[in-house]
């Protein structure tokens, strides 16, 4: 039965909030955009009659108070990965909180749940990984060889990509760009594929896709300064993409005297 | 149309939706929202082969395969009772320039200007019609059923 009270008392209000904070913070880190998630606190809020609750969100934070400010929280929020399923499962719990389907002790427990579920396994993310980079080397116009040639660098890139999670990601975009162009240009060579179009196609993998997406999704929402830092975040990644393979195509210029086209 | 511009339109068709899949997967896209990850992907893809074989600009090509890829990400989000973000961030992805901004970073560190500003220009300009397309299809009120619903 729901135990969601119309007028809840100040320790409930201090367990609502931090329910509240964590299913924000849980959206922000899996890949939700500001927007989304400042609006899902506050349905939330309204679902379990927290008065005056207000948030601001940004990339990388949530600020968020209670009540005449009697109850505020900040919360940091530096890590970025993309687990779509994670939003789904908070978004779901929000909905079920609208309509009244749970109250707040099993809302905490399907949120700890959600906040657990975990990645697909090595093996899964290692063949996507190779198929999708096939699949984009086709989709960029390069011929069977290309995709050949791609399908072997974005199998080797997720099998380091899965390795190598601990490390910091701008360091593995780098070496993941490097390993990538490295085995195109082995590769290349008896498949008789060119290594643009291959290294592009594994390349897909690392590419800043998703924070360019959400980028231009908070300019159009009109958060400019969380559309700013995935811009920023987008930049930089791409940069070090750049450096990977460019260090790598010039020392294979120097040492074999053969500019790969 | 000839039958092998249809064919190979097929051909992008499924090779859109399999891309698109696999980064669903790494995405971690709930399995019940496989399919019409791919399928969102596919359709965009597809409306962009599409527009650039009857010889439609880049650029525009990207603004008209946007609108019905939106589209039919709400239409999911709707049915499937799952953010749009799911389908929208896997779908959009063999549209959004990820390529184009890399290709930017290294013509910038050849020290090839002239390419690089070809690049960045065209990086922004499709970013610009993804970012009109998008928020057009977004900002379109649905009709409202019974019971709250979130876009």
């Known amino acids: 039965m729901s135990d969601i009270q119309l007028h ?28 989304r998630t400042e609006q899902t606190m506050q349905i939330m809020a309204r679902s379990l009659h927290l008065r005056e609750f207000h948030v601001y969100v940004l990339t990388n934070g949530i600020f968020a108070s209670a009540g005449t400010a009697e109850i505020s929280e900040v919360r940091n929020v530096p890590a970025r990965t993309v687990h779509l399923g994670r939003v789904a499962a908070v978004n779901e719990l929000s909905r079920e909180l609208a309509e009244g389907r749970a109250g707040l002790d099993e809302a905490e427990v399907q949120l700890a749940a959600a906040r657990r579920i975990p990645f697909p396994g090595a093996a899964a993310q290692i063949l996507s990984g190779t198929v999708g980079s096939a699949a984009f ?3 960029f116009g390069g011929g069977l060889a290309d995709a050949a040639a791609a399908a072997a660098a974005g199998c080797a890139v997720s099998v380091y990509l899965w390795l190598c999670r601990r490390l910091p990601a701008l360091f593995l975009k780098l ?3 490097a390993l990538i162009t490295l085995v195109c240009i082995l590769a290349s060579g008896p498949l008789a594929a060119s ?16 924070a360019f997406t959400m980028s231009i999704r908070d300019f159009v929402r009109g958060d400019y ?27 294979h210029t120097l040492l074999t005297g053969v500019t790969v086209a | 149309m000839t039958g092998a511009q249809c064919l190979e339109l097929l051909r992008q068709l499924l090779l859109g939706g399999v891309g698109t899949l696999c980064f669903g997967v790494l995405f971690a896209v709930p399995r019940r929202c496989y399919l019409a990850c791919a399928a969102t992907g596919a359709l965009g893809w597809l409306a962009y082969e599409l527009a650039v074989m009857l ?3 880049a650029v525009t090509a990207n603004l008209l395969a946007v ?14 009772k799952a953010p749009v973000t799911v389908f929208l961030l896997c779908g959009i992805f063999p549209l959004v320039p990820g390529a184009g901004i890399y290709y930017t970073a290294y013509y910038f560190i050849q020290n090839d200007n002239a390419q690089m500003a070809a690049s960045a220009a065209d990086t922004l300009k499709i970013a610009a019609a993804l970012a009109i397309g998008i928020s057009l299809v977004l900002g379109l009120p649905l009709p409202r059923r019974k019971g709250r619903k979130k876009p």
Request: charged share 15%; proline share 3%; net charge neutral.
């Open chain 1, 8 to 35: 809840p008392d100040g320790e409930q209000r201090r367990r609502i909030m931090d329910f509240i904070m964590a299913a924000g913070q849980t959206l922000l880190e899996n890949g939700a955009e500001v927007f």
């Open chain 1, 137 to 139: 080397a086709f989709m």
């Open chain 1, 175 to 177: 070496t993941g760009a």
């Open chain 1, 195 to 210: 290594v643009n179009h291959a290294a592009i196609g594994a390349l897909m993998i690392l590419t800043p896709g998703v």
């Open chain 1, 225 to 251: 300064l969380s559309g700013t830092i995935r811009l920023i975040d987008a930049v930089l990644v791409a940069a070090c993409l750049a450096c990977g393979a460019g260090l790598v195509l010039r020392l």
């Open chain 2, 55 to 57: 010889g439609v600009g």
């Open chain 2, 67 to 80: 609108i019905p890829l939106t589209l039919l990400a709400r239409l999911f989000a709707i049915g499937l």
